[in-house]
């Protein structure tokens, strides 16, 4: 049987469960999630391989309009993300309006075969599913909708045979190994990251990066088996009152947020850890285009 292969895009407006979804698709907990609008800050691969087909999902930022770079960068990776796709899954939450057509025009004018999916019907009766059905149906037409809840793994095996059904046959871009693009170092940041998301307030949050700074590994280095992962990694804000919110009293919160995050890290990486974190302050650096650079967010 010929290999099939692609890239299909996952794309949406903030919140609506792309990350959820992408990890369900994987199998894997490859992409950060938080109740919080902006946790996705980049292109994210999840890859999924079987002996005759691989196929190439990314996660994206939600789609916003741009208040400053950091934010041109994460729609930089959404615009990237939609040139090479072979698909695209343009997710939807059950309960959300569209009455600005700035988004849609983004998506849809590129003649990529395009699926709806209608997330979240966990949280609605099937009379308001069926009159978004009818509601996606009038309004773009695409090749297909879905009505599925990714929270809870919902209608998504049908999905995946319908992708597999446009992909093109091609041959593997990845090695069939690979389960995603990115490395260990950018994973256990996002995971510091997403505690910090779930930890704090207001613009915290989107104030903050997260940069490993150190990542070695006994068994490596040392040759010691059964040897820890010693991590270090700095945590960046944009201004004292916010390094001290996030020390917190005698150190607290970052404390928690350190633990929390450790426990993430071991089992990702399947390995003990030993993590220490710094806060740095790096004035207004998400408007400052050689700090957005040196974090990986090229424009
Ligand atoms: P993203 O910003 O589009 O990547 O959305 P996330 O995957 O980060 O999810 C945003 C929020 O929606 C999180 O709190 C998820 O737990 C929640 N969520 C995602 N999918 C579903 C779903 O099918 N049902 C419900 N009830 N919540 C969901
Ligand atoms: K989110
Ligand atoms: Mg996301």
Redesign the pocket.
Known sequence: MAHKAGFVSII?K????????MNVLVGERL?I???K?Q??RHRILGIVNEEDFQIVFS?TP?IIKPKYSLQESMMSFVNGSLTDADVLLF?TDIHEQYDEEDVLEKVLNRNIPTIVLI??I??ADQAQVEEKITYWQEKINPLAIYA?????KHNVDGLLDKVLEILPEHPPYYDKEDLTDRSERFFVSEMIREKIFTNYQKEIPYSTEVIIKSFKDEEETLGKKGGIIRISAEIIVERDSQKNILIGKAGSMLKKVGTEARLEIEKFLERKVFLEMFVKVIPDWRSKKNYLKSFGYEN
């Open positions: 949406g903030p919140n609506v469960g792309k990350s959820t979804l992409s999630i938080t109740p609008a946790t996705t996660d939600g997710v997330n979240k966990d949280t599925i809840s990714a929270l809870h």
